[in-house]
């Protein structure tokens, strides 16, 4: 089976190419095809080149047949990730700024139509938060908002970036989506990585949950991550939300974009993150048929190091200690530590709803200590603001 | 063995390592210090170069090594004279290793931003040592522009490849007249050895040593393939040949007459 997608499709944007190859709407063809993976497919795939990409080789890897593979994936993706990223851990920490939200995702706790108090952070509120995460020993922060444009206008978030610029050495954003000009103000103002998940690439998944506010258009997200990249962000991190949709596809479509991004834009770097869908106040998981287990969790994490040597593979307090401590070892490179997911949280003044329930609630110094126990440094600092700040 | 002389100043040792990529700080000092080396490299994004209580700058004894920037990370020639200055202004330290990677995959460094960043640090007093990938032409250049050195790939960075770009390399060694350190790619010290006995006048290693199982033991065996290999470059290497030469195919009549 040999599919070329990537080079049939060099030329065309990423909806095109989801579109044609089908793994954005009619699937039945990768739902085929993935059942199709035979035991010698996997271990061709795990023979061949460690660490680059091809469609089918990541077929292969997140294949049901893989599955009797895992272990096998799992001591090669700790191979790869320690030449390529040594015996290191880097720690980042969230602060959330607003929960007001004009967009309706069904799964999210701060979605529209919850009732709930809610909650933004002025400038100064902001900064004592980040203060408490400075003390924590952070250095490299994400500021996360949902789209509450009316408060968190681009004028806060730049005043904010050049406030925070003296105490952390990286700042990322995980808000709205923005334009590429906008992207680029950020850029300028300090802010030098953003995050945009897709939620999912299935389209019509996307449509059923994602029910009003901007949001709502599945193909004006699938655009924003080639605007920040024309914006010159050095970091650009995607991801799923695992539990919408059948998180093999999930994974293909998602590699299929990574791909596209950084044959386009050679000098952005991609990273990976891997929500699961958690229980959060407002939401009640029960409904979600795709949930994903630890195993399959841990089979996909594998399937994309297998297939991205360089990439960053992101993992949030989302998910329990005892699954994290393993992770580390086996593909995981950033992480995030004693996170607070309400607004206000941090300096303690905020009983703010959370997006979602933190399921590690050790602390940035537990988690370093755990890291260090298994032989891995925790990295504090990896960017210095003197590459783009006089 | 012949001293290493760069920028007037001699070292003993000929291999240079890295600080990246290990298990703790106490590890990295341990495995320096068994390395024997003189030189030693750290990003300057992974420190906080102005602070001494910095973890790992805590870890490297300014008065046994030079510490020497690197720009790793940098995108352009502007962010890496930026960086450069700010490392200086905060220690006073002029030396700095040129690193220009803005694909940050390969992180293969960037000739032309090299040589436009390194005209720049030249001329402000910098002792700049380029990171460039084994091309003649472009270690020219940054010669005549007054580096230090020349610091050419032996294989992608972190790739342990070893010398696989060895006939430019040869090339490099055979027409500079800066001393020619192989940077990147060097996975085994056998591969270190290599490039000494090419006559490449040091090495530096990082990945190879920091990823062992035992990387302590491994900046030793290092230190002794460096040792060896600039051994066997003094004492001057006759080129091999696929078959012995005993007899003389074409002039044995000769022998009778």
């Known amino acids: ?390 | 063995m012949d001293k290493l002389v760069i920028a007037d100043r001699e070292f003993d040792s000929r291999l240079l390592v890295g600080t990246g990529k290990f298990a703790s700080s106490e590890i990295m000092a341990a495995a320096v210090e068994e390395s024997g080396a003189e030189i030693v490299t750290v990003a300057l994004r992974r420190v906080d170069i102005g602070n001494p209580q910095d973890d790992m700058l805590g870890a490297i004894d300014r008065d046994k090594y030079l510490l020497l920037p690197n720009t790793s990370g940098a995108r352009d020639a502007e962010e890496a004279i930026r960086l450069s200055k700010l490392a200086r202004a905060a220690t006073g330290i002029n030396w700095v290793k040129l690193e220009v990677t803005p694909d940050p995959y390969y992180l293969l460094p960037d000739p032309v931003e090299t040589l436009k960043a390194a005209e720049v640090l030249v001329a402000d007093g910098f002792v700049v040592l380029p990171y460039i990938n084994a091309d003649p032409v472009l270690a020219k250049k940054l010669e005549d522009a007054g580096t230090a050195t020349v610091m050419p790939l032996g294989s992608p960075i972190g790739s342990n490849q070893g010398l696989k770009t060895r006939s430019a390399l040869q090339i490099i060694i055979e027409t500079s007249n800066v001393p020619v350190v192989v940077d990147a790619g060097l996975g085994l010290p056998s591969h270190a050895s290599e490039a000494l006995e090419l006559g490449a006048d040091a090495v530096l290693v990082n990945t190879a040593i920091a990823t062992a199982a035992d990387p302590v033991k491994m900046a030793s065996a290092f230190r002794c393939a460096v040792e060896a290999g600039r051994k066997a470059y003094e004492a001057g290497p006759r080129a091999g040949t696929t078959k012995a030469n005993a007899s003389s195919p074409l002039t044995g009549f000769l022998r009778n007459q």
């Open chain 1, 1 to 390: 089976m040999t599919t070329r997608i990537a080079e049939r499709h060099a030329g065309s944007q990423i909806g095109t190419l989801l579109a044609e190859t089908g793994l954005g709407a009619d699937r039945d063809l990768w739902q085929r095809r993935l059942e199709q993976v035979t035991a010698e497919d996997v271990e061709a795939a795990l023979q061949s080149k460690p660490g680059s990409y091809s469609i089918d080789r990541l077929l292969a890897l997140v294949s049901p047949a893989a599955e009797d593979y895992v272990e096998q994936m799992a001591q090669q993706s700790q191979r790869l990730t320690i030449q390529r990223f040594g015996r290191t851990i880097r720690l980042y920490a969230p602060l959330y700024l607003s929960n007001y939200c004009v967009n309706s995702c069904q799964y999210c706790g701060f979605n529209r139509d919850s009732k709930f108090d809610r909650v933004r952070l002025t400038i100064e509120q902001a900064l004592a938060e980040a203060d408490v995460i400075a003390s924590e020993g952070f250095s490299d922060i994400l500021l996360v908002s949902s789209e509450d444009r009316e408060s968190m206008t681009m004028e806060y978030f730049t005043e904010l970036a050049a406030r925070l610029r003296g105490k952390f050495s990286f700042i990322a954003a995980e808000v709205y989506q923005m334009t590429s000009d906008e992207y680029a103000t950020l850029f300028a103002a300090g802010i030098e990585g953003v995050t945009l998940y897709q939620e999912t690439y299935n389209r019509d998944t996307y449509s059923r949950y994602h029910t009003g506010g901007p949001k709502s258009d599945y193909d004006m997200r699938l655009r924003g991550p080639d605007d920040m990249a024309r914006a010159g962000m050095r970091e650009i991190g995607l991801g799923v939300l695992l539990g919408l949709a059948n998180w093999r596809l999930e994974a293909l479509a998602l590699a299929e974009h990574a791909h596209y991004l950084i044959r386009r834009y050679w000098q952005s770097h991609v990273s990976f993150s891997f929500p699961r869908l958690r229980p959060a106040p407002q939401v009640d998981t029960v409904k979600f048929k795709h949930l994903l287990s630890d195993r399959e969790l841990v089979q996909m994490i594998l399937a994309l190091r297998l297939c991205f040597a360089d990439a960053g593979l992101v993992l949030s307090t989302r998910e329990p200690a005892g699954l994290r401590d393993h992770l580390v070892r086996l593909g995981i490179t950033k992480l995030s530590a004693g996170s607070r997911t309400n607004p206000g949280g941090y300096s303690g003044r905020g009983k703010a709803t959370e997006q979602f329930r933190v399921d590690d609630s050790r602390t940035p110094a537990q988690v370093a200590s755990m890291l260090r126990k298994q032989g891995l440094e925790p990295i504090w600092k990896d960017w210095d603001r003197g590459f783009s700040q006089p």
